[in-house]
């Protein structure tokens, strides 16, 4: 599959942008077990073009987590092409549109999925867009605004004669926000639509390595996108990976392992964002990893409230110690949920 020139090879899986859980030090950790393209946390176009720290510092990225995509959402044409411009100059592979964000804070005024709501100036927006940037672009989006409006089979068709380079799907409504099962029979069909070219990528509760495979086999996406499956578990690429590839389960990660890579997130994290604000993001991901060890409360408290690196290390070395002989197969996973990690 390929976005404008960037080649994603076949069946390419994504690390879905999400909210204060993809900055650059998580999306290291999901390039590192093979997501194929990664993307940042949504950007706002205003708070970009008023030069607020917060969203210049989103803009962050690293060599090494190539191809990536910048993600920007705002409701007004103007600023969202200039935040475009911006964005470019940080110099992403892919400049990737957000029309599917349900919280009310931002659908509400018009923005993220808000725009299904208007579909002429969703187009509108993308083409002023895609003319202003050099670089490929891309829509992230939903299914409609709500069951009554599910309009994602035309609006991909309009979007890709804006001249978007792919589009991806969430098999859900705004009004659905995370509730109830994706839907892929829509995605399916605007895949099948003969005259769709661009590819489609899946997105919505791809949890294991068969949801992924049906993805491609059952529903035709040329790539799949994944999300909250990855919290505590950027392996999770490398798995999928090996099921298309061999038809074959790799087992869970040993405590010992998990005690690394947990180790080698913090350090990039602290290393990204320095120890203050490194420990404080990394709060949200730690305890995932170890997600399923019996009588873990007390240490998992530990986890969430040290506030220095050695002791967090120390605290790791204890996990191993303690839960070294844990068979991790028997850790039973967690529904996939709606909220903030
Ligand atoms: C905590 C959280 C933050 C999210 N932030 C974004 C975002 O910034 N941009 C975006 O396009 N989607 C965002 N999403 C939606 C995800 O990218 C994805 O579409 C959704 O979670 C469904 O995929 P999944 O079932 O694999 O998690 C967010 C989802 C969650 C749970």
Redesign the pocket.
Same mark, same amino acid.
């Given at each position: 599959m390929h976005i404008g020139p960037v080649d994603l090879g076949e069946k390419p899986l994504l690390l879905?942008?999400?909210?204060? !859980?993809?900055d650059p030090s998580f999306r290291y950790m999901c390039k590192k077990f093979g997501a194929d393209m990664v993307c940042t946390?949504?950007i706002s176009s205003d708070g970009l073009i008023r030069d607020a720290a917060g969203s210049l510092a989103k803009l962050r990225i690293d060599e090494q987590e190539r191809p990536v995509a910048i993600?920007l959402?705002g409701h007004l044409i103007e600023p969202m092409v200039e935040a475009a411009i911006m964005a470019e100059r940080a110099r992403p592979d892919v400049i990737?549109i957000?029309f599917?964000?349900p919280m009310k804070k931002i659908a509400a005024r018009g923005a993220g999925s808000g725009m299904m709501r208007d579909v002429p100036l969703m187009v509108e927006m993308t083409r002023r867009i895609v003319d202003a940037v050099r670089l490929p672009v891309t829509v992230?989006t939903r299914l409609g605004w709500d069951e009554e409006s599910k309009n994602i089979v035309q609006i991909a068709e309009r979007l890709q004669d804006a001249g978007i380079s792919a589009l991806t799907i969430?098999g &859900?409504t705004r009004a659905q926000m995370?509730r109830g099962a994706?839907d892929w029979t829509l995605i399916g069909e605007v895949k099948n639509n003969p005259r769709i070219r661009i590819p489609i990528i899946g997105?919505?509760? !791809?949890?294991s390595p068969q949801a992924a495979a049906e993805a491609f086999d059952r529903w035709g996406v040329d790539g799949v996108? @994944?999300? &909250?499956?990855t919290y505590g578990r950027p392996w999770i690429f490398g798995e999928v990976r090996h099921f298309l590839d061999t038809g074959e389960f790799l087992p869970q990660p040993t405590v010992a392992r998990r005690v690394a890579i947990a180790r080698e997130h913090l350090l990039k994290s602290v290393e990204v964002k320095g120890p203050v604000v490194g420990i404080l993001e990394m709060r949200r991901h730690m305890s995932n990893y170890f997600k399923g060890l019996p009588d873990f409360r007390a240490t998992r408290l530990q986890l969430v409230t040290l506030t220095e690196v050695d002791r967090l290390l120390e605290t790791l070395g204890t996990i191993e110690e303690r839960w070294g002989d844990f068979d991790m197969s028997r850790a039973v996973p967690t529904p996939?949920g709606?909220?903030? @990690?």
């Amino acid at each position: 599959m390929h976005i404008g020139p960037v080649d994603l090879g076949e069946k390419p899986l994504l690390l879905a942008p999400m909210e204060d !859980v993809t900055d650059p030090s998580f999306r290291y950790m999901c390039k590192k077990f093979g997501a194929d393209m990664v993307c940042t946390e949504f950007i706002s176009s205003d708070g970009l073009i008023r030069d607020a720290a917060g969203s210049l510092a989103k803009l962050r990225i690293d060599e090494q987590e190539r191809p990536v995509a910048i993600q920007l959402y705002g409701h007004l044409i103007e600023p969202m092409v200039e935040a475009a411009i911006m964005a470019e100059r940080a110099r992403p592979d892919v400049i990737d549109i957000n029309f599917g964000c349900p919280m009310k804070k931002i659908a509400a005024r018009g923005a993220g999925s808000g725009m299904m709501r208007d579909v002429p100036l969703m187009v509108e927006m993308t083409r002023r867009i895609v003319d202003a940037v050099r670089l490929p672009v891309t829509v992230k989006t939903r299914l409609g605004w709500d069951e009554e409006s599910k309009n994602i089979v035309q609006i991909a068709e309009r979007l890709q004669d804006a001249g978007i380079s792919a589009l991806t799907i969430h098999g &859900r409504t705004r009004a659905q926000m995370y509730r109830g099962a994706a839907d892929w029979t829509l995605i399916g069909e605007v895949k099948n639509n003969p005259r769709i070219r661009i590819p489609i990528i899946g997105n919505g509760d !791809v949890s294991s390595p068969q949801a992924a495979a049906e993805a491609f086999d059952r529903w035709g996406v040329d790539g799949v996108m @994944i999300g &909250r499956a990855t919290y505590g578990r950027p392996w999770i690429f490398g798995e999928v990976r090996h099921f298309l590839d061999t038809g074959e389960f790799l087992p869970q990660p040993t405590v010992a392992r998990r005690v690394a890579i947990a180790r080698e997130h913090l350090l990039k994290s602290v290393e990204v964002k320095g120890p203050v604000v490194g420990i404080l993001e990394m709060r949200r991901h730690m305890s995932n990893y170890f997600k399923g060890l019996p009588d873990f409360r007390a240490t998992r408290l530990q986890l969430v409230t040290l506030t220095e690196v050695d002791r967090l290390l120390e605290t790791l070395g204890t996990i191993e110690e303690r839960w070294g002989d844990f068979d991790m197969s028997r850790a039973v996973p967690t529904p996939l949920g709606g909220g903030k @990690i």
